[in-house]
């Protein structure tokens, strides 16, 4: 297995892309990250995408955008793990890459929401949950996370306000991202009086419909330090699991134990602990989501991750800073781009590139990007070299 | 990168499977494969799928398989490349055995397509192709394939009765194998009386639509001696390549470039050329695809594949047999599944466990899938050890 360094990445502005069509989204994205990299080719492209299918009547997606990006023959191939398709995009260029199947990989993920009416996103939405025994009594994400949400209030004391500070810290960061949909503050006062979805969680918990795109390329490190000046962002571990995929075969709801058994291979791979980070991307698709997966990832104790977002501990000047993107919930959630969206968050970090949002001594981050309520986790570890 | 062995095979029986779930399908294959290949775990698994979205409403695939099997946390990916994703399922598990990252893998394949009824069969089909480019003119799959028809009889003066021909063995094959949709034989003349789809294809020129499940386990070389006492068939080559996604954007209408691209790529790495080959399992989504697959791999010369048929070269006794199984014509074409069931042929076949349509002295077989008109091709190579 060869050493994988992230050596290129690119996203688009994200939002309500209402005059770029799908692949148009995704080649702005792929063409900056090839741009970033300074290569003339990519010898392989991974693409994650939620649902083609439902969202835009486009499968096939490995092939089309090859030919998009004007470099097919090369293979490409699409994967998918619902929300983080994009994740598990980036893991499988690293075994492609790590394995020596191929040197150049382009890592990409892309979802283009916004062209259905909101209950059809809301139906595409659920085909990450189980379609026979969840959504068919009606179910949909925001109640599942509800439920999730209620149980952590009820077993651990986590409060409505808590919640809220997620909220209101990831639009802090995204309002310094000039790539996140939401580039404005909100207050926790504003997340508590915002309309109701599904209670306890209100619109201002919920990650927003969004399209857009985000792109990684990936060499081995041997190779890529002859191809590049910048400094080198190692990949020191990639992990993937899974949970069943109803919540309610699950043995505790308010637990996201793929992500604690993602996370726990990707420490042992990457030979750290949490208290190595010096910051983290993770899956903020709910307020709640947060809480329960800085939980999951270690950097807490069980039950206190309300508590840890209430002192401070995760903004950007906190003890670890979580999410200085904005999150899923102001830098916006194309399903399938933003598990690749959160790499190149690391990079920049790890590079010093990040500006307004630059985390102090950037050394090592971690990112967690999952599927459904967590029936799958992705969990991947970086270092500057 | 080490040496894969594909050491268990399973299938169900397919056709219009009212009374199974797509889970249940899925798990059905699965379980045999696993029985098959004489083990208690796998530590990965694969799924190839081309559209849970529109066929079923369920996306997640890699997820909720993992957790049907009763396997989970093991990490469980969906890969899609259209009608190409399950061989495009069988080569990211291939990557991730060669390369060490997983030990024993299951590969596999799964569609559920008579859940719909047969205008959103033939819409989800059609996102194979370009959605905005082709698509949006109104065209489907029998329509393209009918051009490329057209254009083959016009260039190289094939005729209709040799394109039926193709149905007429594959129907002959099918009947032999008591996993196949349809298990009876047609004659050339049925083919060419039966309905009118596109001219110059009719009803039994193309493949069916169809409800299955195909799986494998992969295992290193070494570690299968140790696992099983069967004959081990041996992944000699894995090639993967595209083609523009439209039909308009292509040099020749009739040549299928992305398969010459991944066949000559895997003879190379399987160090032999066609000549070697005992049979093949091959793409015949329609029976004019058939022919340009025989050409695009070298079987027979580029305009001679109608002749090549017609003169019976292609026939369980012929000189190559073509798609001893079926093919998807016979055996049915439950999209994302038909990859891994060319896998599991071969592995009968080499392992001389075909029974009545038993190749004689197999040792050397290739399978090829593809995607659209050929925007993705997935070639591999196997031999018997």
Redesign the interface.
């Known amino acids: 297995?060869r050493e994988v360094a992230v050596i290129g990445v690119g996203m688009n502005r994200w939002g309500e892309l209402w005059k770029m069509?799908h692949?148009r989204i995704w080649t702005e994205a792929a063409l900056e990250a090839i741009e970033d990299a300074g290569v003339d080719h990519v010898d392989a492209m991974y693409v994650g995408c939620?649902?083609?299918?439902?969202f835009?009547?486009?499968?096939?997606?490995?092939?089309?955008l090859?030919?998009q990006l004007g470099m097919?023959?090369?293979?490409?191939?699409?994967?998918?793990?619902?929300c983080a398709s994009g994740g598990?995009a980036l893991r499988?260029a690293w075994?492609?890459v790590?394995?020596?199947?191929h040197d150049i990989v382009l890592a990409s993920g892309v979802e283009k929401m916004t062209d259905v009416d909101g209950g059809a996103a809301t139906?595409?939405l659920?085909?990450?949950?189980?379609?026979?025994y969840e959504?068919y009594h009606g179910i949909t994400f925001p109640g599942l996370y509800a439920m999730m949400a209620r149980r952590h209030m009820e077993q651990y004391g986590t409060t409505r306000r808590q919640m809220a500070l997620v909220a209101e810290k990831n639009h802090r960061h995204g309002a310094l991202n000039d790539r996140a949909q939401f580039q404005h503050e909100i207050t926790a006062d504003q997340v508590l009086g915002s309309a109701m979805v599904a209670d306890p969680l209100r619109l201002l918990d919920c990650s927003p419909i969004t399209d857009g795109a985000a792109a990684a390329v990936l060499a081995p490190v041997e190779l890529a330090r002859r191809i590049t000046d910048k400094p080198l962002v190692r990949i020191a571990a990639s992990a993937?699991?899974?949970?069943?995929?109803a919540l309610h075969?699950r043995d505790e709801l308010c637990r996201i134990?793929?992500t604690e058994?993602a996370a726990e291979q990707a420490y042992r791979q990457a030979g750290i602990g949490p208290d190595k980070l010096s910051f983290c991307e993770v899956h903020d698709c709910f307020t709640i989501a947060e809480i329960m997966i800085t939980e999951a990832l270690g950097l807490v104790d069980r039950g206190r991750g309300g508590a840890f977002v209430e002192a401070g501990e995760t903004a950007l000047d906190g003890r670890i800073p979580v999410n200085p993107s904005g999150g899923l919930k102001a830098k916006g959630h194309p399903v399938g781009a933003t598990g690749v969206a959160q790499v190149r968050e690391v990079v920049l970090q790890l590079r010093g590139e990040a500006g307004r949002r630059q985390v102090k001594d950037a050394h090592w981050a971690l990112t967690q990007n999952m599927?459904?309520t967590g029936?799958?986790s992705v969990v991947h570890i970086f270092e500057r070299i």
Chains 1, 2 share one sequence.
């Open positions: 297995m069509s692949r939620m649902s083609g299918g439902l835009v009547g486009q499968e096939h997606l490995g092939a089309l090859a030919d097919g023959p090369i293979p490409g191939t699409r994967v998918e793990s619902a598990l499988q075994i492609a790590a394995s020596g199947v139906y595409a659920s085909t990450a949950a189980d379609q026979e959504c993937h699991a899974t949970d069943s995929i075969d134990t793929s058994r599927g459904g029936a799958s």
